[in-house]
């Protein structure tokens, strides 16, 4: 019988610099496919700018993923190529799918530089120019030296890219547009036009960098046996490239490659418009929900939970949310720093788990912890949460989202997995109690509350009505009697 499927998200900013974390993998995978993991996103797997200290983002040859003597290393941050393959293929005898992250906005670490003439933007409106057109030097030739043309003879140089924020012969850092190139249109409208976020911002437009695209995704697709995409930075690319990308390498490859995309705003009409310009080729992540997340967690009780969904992409656009609590740029430390409080995430991840609305994502810093910043892990409550969803989170939903603090919901479970069905009742201050219906077929039974919160049970009618508790700042989530999580 079919079962929920929750995506994990296996790795945190900080992890150490030893090339061990596919090993870690091969290792761990049977508990994860035991506690209902069934899809994992793994970071970067290519070879970064500053080599095994990369965390991925830093782009330089997207064909050495721990294979080749570049940038002061042969493996990645996370391992080599032929532990990567197999950590894969180890996953996938565990049932659980492959996404590769991948960054298809920029590129860094040249091996080059070469002069070019180019216009100075306003950082802050990229729409206006600030200088007419002058030389300026910049890292834009990659070669790729210690691979050669292995796998590919295409060698990128300035006529591939947008622009660069840094000029070598002053050194100077400023937005700098090429002459005679144009930032792309159709990218989020921040600063004017976001088409530019690092490195050399790669041109979309040139039909020789889609065409090698292309290649390369057939390439890592065939020697790799991914299962999908998580796409780094997509508010920075214009829209028009993924629906022709991500359609061509399905149809060559006869997969059907979920891919999410990081779209990072606030804005959920701004967010569901991307996902209309995209023609629907992807799922994104629900930042507006995280940030809900976030500001109920530092809100003191404040934040009126019955509107803890709205504006979010779970709440209007339910099929295309990968709903997630933290990720590698909100935990401490990081630029997009909004780490949601250890109190509440119980709550959040509740929330995220239990319900049938979006795909929901796990982070690795939650349930591994992230020892840099002396957070500890959560991994006994997630596996707890993600149990209840492995055997118990089905059927229909009913909502009680009718207090500012205390709120709850029901699933009523189905006939395809026995003794099914749920109540979660929490608060983010004083606790409570709430009055709900859990469906005909739980009727005259008792529930307790799996998570150990709270030791009462609760009885149940025989229309199906219980009235179920929760502590004060807590989360209780209650089952039929004599049901393990264990």
């Known amino acids: 019988m079919p079962s929920n499927e929750t995506l994990m998200q296996y790795f945190e900013w900080y992890l150490p610099s030893d090339s061990t974390l596919w090993n870690k993998l091969t290792k761990e995978s049977k508990h994860l496919e035991n506690i209902g993991i069934t899809h994992l996103w793994l970071p970067p797997a290519y070879k970064g700018a500053s080599g095994k200290e990369d965390v991925g983002y830093g782009v330089y040859d997207l064909y050495d993923l721990g294979e080749f003597d570049q940038k002061g290393a042969i493996p990645t941050k996370y391992g080599t190529k032929d532990e990567y393959l197999n950590a894969i293929q180890i996953l996938h005898e565990s049932n659980i799918k492959v996404l590769a992250d991948i960054v298809l906005n920029h590129k860094m670490g040249a091996d080059e530089t070469e002069e070019v003439l180019a216009v100075q933007d306003d950082a802050s409106d990229r729409n206006v120019s600030l200088t007419d057109a002058k030389p300026i030097t910049v890292w834009t030739k990659y070669n790729f030296p210690g691979r050669g043309n292995t796998y590919s003879d295409f060698k990128w140089n300035w006529t591939h890219f947008h622009g660069v924020d840094w000029d070598e012969n002053t050194g100077t850092a400023a937005i700098y547009k090429f002459y005679g190139k144009h930032w792309d249109e159709n990218v989020d409208k921040e600063n004017g036009n976001f088409d530019y976020l690092m490195g050399a911002d790669i041109d979309l437009n040139n039909f020789d960098v889609v065409k090698e695209l292309k290649k390369w995704g057939k390439w890592y697709i065939d020697t790799t046996l991914l299962d999908g995409f998580r796409l780094d930075a997509v508010k920075h690319i214009r829209a028009e490239f993924f629906p022709e990308w991500l359609t061509s390498l399905r149809e060559i490859t006869g997969k059907k490659l979920f891919s999410v995309g990081e779209y990072w705003s606030l804005n959920i009409d701004t967010i569901n418009n991307f996902i209309n310009k995209t023609e629907g080729v992807m799922s994104l992540f629900d930042v507006p929900l995280h940030y809900n997340f976030y500001r109920a967690s530092i809100s003191n009780g404040e934040f009126d939970m019955s509107q803890i969904f709205e504006g979010t992409l779970v709440g209007t656009n339910p099929e295309k949310a990968v709903t997630f609590v933290d990720n590698h740029d ?100 004083r606790g409570g109690a709430v009055q709900m219906n859990v469906g005909k077929n739980l009727a005259n039974t008792i529930f307790y509350d799996c998570t150990g919160n709270l030791s009462e049970t609760v009885y149940v009618d025989n229309d199906g009505n219980g009235i179920f508790y929760c502590k004060d700042g807590s989360v209780s989530v209650w089952i039929k009697q004599g049901q393990s999580v264990n």
Request: aromatic letters at 16%.
């Open 330 to 429: 909100t935990e401490p430390g990081q630029a997009l720093e909004s780490w949601v409080l250890d109190w509440f995430k119980p709550l959040a991840y509740s929330l995220i788990l239990l319900r049938k609305d979006g795909f929901p994502c796990v982070f690795y810093g939650d349930y591994y912890g992230i020892p840099e910043k002396e957070v500890g892990p959560k991994d006994q409550m997630l596996q707890t949460l993600l149990k209840v969803r492995k055997y118990y989170a089905y059927g229909e939903q009913y909502d009680y989202f009718n207090n500012r603090n205390v709120v709850g919901f029901t699933r009523l479970g189905d006939y395809e997995h026995p003794d099914s069905g749920l109540a979660v009742v929490m608060s983010d201050a």
